[in-house]
């Protein structure tokens, strides 16, 4: 249906939106003069959420640069070091999908201040309406963004072990990133409205988001990503390039799902750090043999009664000047693989 400009009841709502944001910006700055920056650009109301969400957070977010990796399929490469105040834990691959009629958000950021600034490089590019948002599993680096999207009323996708794992540790991240960012910038999780247990087709238009829900693997709730129309695969932290890879679940059911992954043909795969495209399945080469490598060498060190914390120490250094960050995250490997495979 056609409607005039200016004479919709979304004007009214508009204003009404436009209103409260005057006021919130001149209780934020007290008696001095304002400027709304919504009404000289004629923001729609989605635009206006958007501008909320950032003024809620102590300013306007600036929109995140984002890559196209494939046509309409946006991604915004994370920083390759651990959260600090100055990245403010935007140091995962996050990104977008726009199909014909909405869009799909896969991993909201890692923090608030990251989620309202990937909202707003949506908001640069589309004001289709943003349907689905989806966790790729618990980790903060990629899901504390997820409250800069509750306004848009969308649908929170998880696997169906993400609420329990969130109850587990939801409040602990929330702290770390608080102690890290302040209580604002922090951002928050937000629990799933939809669990994956299995599969999940999810159709944005002209084209089928495919969510698998995988077995423990790089934690115990991992979700990929298959968009069908493009050939990308979305392997999200299933998949580590450049970036020593971090076991929060199992190492055998990683290299299983692996292997089951790489039979999979893919145009290209987007991992959870690195490069925001890379070619697959050659890209999990690297990967798969760091993984083995702690395997094997765990497993030897086992037989031969080796103690866990020498273990630490020993496993893995063939492999140190092949990632970054190996010193901060492989002796934590060998711990988690060790009391893993000390079972078998
Ligand atoms: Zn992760």
């Not at 919504?38 to 995140?64: E, Q, V």
């Not at 994370?78 to 935007?90: I, L």
């Not at 600034?117 to 790729?136: C, D, F, K, M, W």
């Not at 540790?169 to 951002?187: E, I, M, N």
Request: net charge negative; glycine share 8%.
């Amino acid at each position: 249906m056609f409607k005039v400009r200016g004479f919709t009841p979304q004007s009214q709502q508009r204003q009404s939106l436009c209103n409260r944001l005057r006021a919130d910006l001149r209780a934020d700055s007290g008696n001095a003069p304002v400027f709304c920056p919504c009404c000289p650009l004629h923001l729609t109301r989605r635009r206006l959420i958007a501008s909320a969400a950032a003024l809620a957070l102590g300013g306007a977010a600036a929109a995140l640069p984002m890559q196209e990796v494939a046509p309409g399929i946006f991604v915004r490469r994370g920083e390759d070091a651990d959260a600090t105040a100055a990245n403010g834990d935007a140091i995962a691959n996050i990104g977008f999908v726009i199909g014909r009629d909405a869009i799909a958000v896969i991993d909201p950021g890692g923090s608030g201040a990251d989620g309202a600034r990937l909202l707003a490089a949506i908001r640069a590019r589309s004001e289709r309406p943003i349907r689905y948002v989806i966790a790729s599993h618990v980790h903060l680096d990629h899901i504390f963004g997820a409250n800069a999207f509750r306004a848009e009323g969308v649908e929170f996708i998880g696997h169906a072990r993400l609420p329990a794992a969130l109850a587990a540790r939801g409040a602990f991240y929330r702290q770390h990133l608080v102690d890290l960012l302040g209580p604002t910038a922090a951002g928050d999780f937000v629990p799933p409205t939809r669990l994956v247990e299995d599969e999940l087709r999810l159709d944005l238009g002209d084209r089928v988001l495919e969510i698998t829900a995988h077995p423990p693997a790089h934690t115990d709730t991992d979700l990929t990503v298959r968009d069908g129309a493009s050939g990308t695969f979305w392997a999200a932290d299933l998949l580590f390039v450049g970036r020593i890879p971090v076991l929060d679940g199992s190492l055998t059911g990683w290299l299983a799902t692996l292997a089951a992954l790489k039979q999979q043909a893919a145009r290209r795969a987007v991992p959870g750090h690195g490069p925001v495209s890379v070619a697959w399945p050659e890209a999990a080469a690297d990967e798969e043999r760091y993984l083995a490598t702690l395997a094997r060498e765990v497993r030897a060190l086992i037989a031969k009664g080796v103690d866990i914390e020498i273990a630490s120490r020993e496993v893995g250094y063939t492999e140190r000047d092949k990632w970054r960050l190996f010193d901060d995250y492989n002796a934590r490997n060998v711990i988690e693989a060790y009391k893993e495979l000390e079972w078998e």
